[in-house]
């Protein structure tokens, strides 16, 4: 006798999750239709946590560029895929457009998220007409939930302050770094110490918050105060900096950290919490085309995932958003090698060996131009070749003058490529898991994620 449909979807689903755990990571495909109709996905289940993840200007082949360079380095999945091949996933394509036009800027995305509604871009909160609706941070304290801004960028750059602030310019840094302590976000970590003044931090102090200035500070503190970490005077480093320096290692927390520390300083709040989290300089990278800087901040963006699903799997009461605000440069890994199929050599043969020279760079394009300052154009490409272990050809060699001939040179070396230094305006990936899944679908625009939010938690 044949069973009912629902019936049979339980038992599928119901197999789906043991196939996992029998035959490991990949042999359940939790996506589309299954995914949303997961229990653990239910729009009827309250979430009491949000977990929104932002990594920054991330293109979609970014995230296919850290899986690659993950398998081949570290003969692994990333956390990002390997969630998606074991849980109940729901995905998204999200229009990322802003008031402004169909490129945004990360204010204007941000703000979106914030107050759900699209607004020009470089205004975090102030819409056309000039009304300032109440911001998410603001509604979820309003709650009695706890809140938190986790970021690689400044503290009060603009993805941030998007989701807490009401500022005419994102600029105005020094404004949201007040209005934080004013609307009450409970923990702040990142970069920007030049946006916060001695009488700011003081004043923070007096308002009950512990400080961390570096890693240590950070690490050491297990308290359940509100927090305050600023870890640079402006953004935090690089990772493939801070993975070749012994100092900033000491001195510099990674985003993983900076998560575990802000989930155990909000996880205790009775109502729940808002924890924001930020790969921000994803971004950054692709603004100066740096294929090799772009991939190891993914990565670093990765591990927070997995700091992330380690606090879910106990708390499953949590909704988790993992997104971008937008794509930047354009990056893509492009084929390389002979394109003629009829000749006995594999096409794009040189795609492979091109793109694993990147794992031998040990310095962001950022730090080779600080470093290199009035350096004759010889010695700028000694310099670039010692960071990058490549050997230039001699009619590279002659075009090589700055970081910025220097990405444009790399492509056929590594296989990345890049269309603009600017914003993109594509559709991005956005995923979710857990209570209130099921109210994503498959197309989204960004001013549509507040009330989903807001109806998630059931917060009004």
């Given at each position: 006798?044949?069973?009912?449909?629902?019936?049979?979807?339980?038992?599928?689903?119901?197999?789906?999750?043991?196939?996992?755990?029998?035959?490991?990571?990949?042999?359940?495909?939790?996506?589309?239709?299954?995914?949303?109709?997961?229990?653990?996905?239910?729009?009827?289940?309250?979430?009491?946590?949000?977990?929104?993840?932002?990594?920054?200007?991330?293109?979609?082949?970014?995230?296919?560029?850290?899986?690659?360079?993950?398998?081949?380095?570290?003969?692994?999945?990333?956390?990002?895929?390997?969630?998606?091949?074991?849980?109940?996933?729901?995905?998204?394509?999200?229009?990322?457009?802003?008031?402004?036009?169909?490129?945004?800027?990360?204010?204007?995305?941000?703000?979106?998220?914030?107050?759900?509604?699209?607004?020009?871009?470089?205004?975090?909160?102030?819409?056309?007409?000039?009304?300032?609706?109440?911001?998410?941070?603001q509604k979820m304290n309003a709650a009695?939930?706890?809140?938190?801004?986790?970021?690689?960028?400044?503290?009060?750059?603009?993805?941030?302050?998007?989701?807490?602030?009401?500022?005419?310019?994102?600029?105005?840094?020094?404004?949201?770094?007040?209005?934080?302590?004013?609307?009450?976000?409970?923990?702040?970590?990142?970069?920007?110490?030049?946006?916060?003044s001695d009488d700011l931090v003081a004043a923070y102090r007096k308002?009950?918050?512990?400080?961390?200035?570096?890693?240590?500070?950070?690490?050491?503190?297990?308290?359940?105060?509100?927090?305050?970490?600023?870890?640079?005077?402006?953004?935090?480093?690089?990772e493939i900096d801070r993975l070749n320096s012994a100092e900033l290692k000491a001195s510099t927390p990674t985003l993983s950290e900076m998560t575990k520390v802000a989930l155990q300083r909000l996880s205790s709040a009775p109502e729940g919490f808002f924890l924001m989290v930020e790969g921000g300089r994803i971004d950054h990278a692709a603004h100066g085309n740096d294929g090799a800087a772009a991939i190891r901040e993914q990565v670093a963006f990765d591990e927070a995932i997995a700091t992330v699903l380690a606090f879910i799997d106990k708390n499953p009461d949590t909704l988790l958003v993992i997104t971008t605000d937008h794509g930047t440069g354009g990056f893509n890994v492009n084929g390389l090698g002979n394109e003629d199929f009829d000749t006995s050599a594999p096409s794009y043969a040189e795609s492979s060996p091109a793109f694993d020279r990147m794992t031998g760079f040990t310095s962001s394009l950022e730090l080779l131009k600080a470093e290199t300052k009035g350096l004759s154009p010889k010695d700028f490409v000694a310099a670039a070749e010692k960071v990058t272990g490549l050997k230039f050809k001699a009619e590279d060699r002659s075009k090589i003058t700055s970081t910025k001939t220097l990405s444009e040179a790399l492509m056929k070396y590594t296989s990345i490529g890049w269309t603009s230094n600017n914003h993109t305006g594509e559709m991005v990936e956005f995923c979710t898991h857990g209570p209130g899944s099921q109210l994503f679908t498959p197309h989204l625009r960004n001013d549509q994620v507040h009330a989903n939010i807001l109806k998630a938690t059931g917060v009004a």
């Open positions: 006798m044949n069973q009912p449909r629902s019936s049979s979807r339980r038992e599928f689903l119901k197999f789906a999750g043991l196939g996992s755990l029998v035959f490991g990571a990949g042999s359940a495909r939790a996506l589309g239709a299954d995914g949303r109709e997961a229990s653990g996905n239910s729009a009827k289940r309250q979430a009491k946590n949000v977990i929104f993840m932002v990594s920054d200007g991330m293109c979609f082949s970014v995230l296919t560029a850290a899986q690659t360079y993950l398998t081949r380095t570290e003969k692994r999945s990333s956390h990002w895929m390997k969630m998606y091949g074991e849980l109940p996933v729901v995905r998204s394509l999200c229009e990322t457009d802003s008031a402004s036009g169909i490129v945004t800027d990360s204010a204007a995305a941000a703000s979106c998220w914030g107050i759900g509604e699209r607004i020009d871009n470089g205004v975090i909160n102030i819409t056309q007409d000039g009304r300032k609706p109440v911001t998410l941070v009695k939930k706890r809140c938190g801004l986790v970021t690689t960028a400044t503290a009060t750059h603009a993805t941030p302050a998007g989701f807490a602030t009401t500022v005419a310019k994102r600029s105005d840094q020094k404004t949201i770094a007040a209005q934080y302590l004013e609307r009450g976000v409970d923990v702040v970590l990142g970069g920007g110490t030049q946006y916060f308002a009950g918050y512990g400080v961390a200035l570096n890693r240590g500070q950070l690490l050491a503190d297990a308290g359940k105060a509100p927090l305050l970490g600023l870890f640079s005077k402006s953004h935090i480093p690089f």
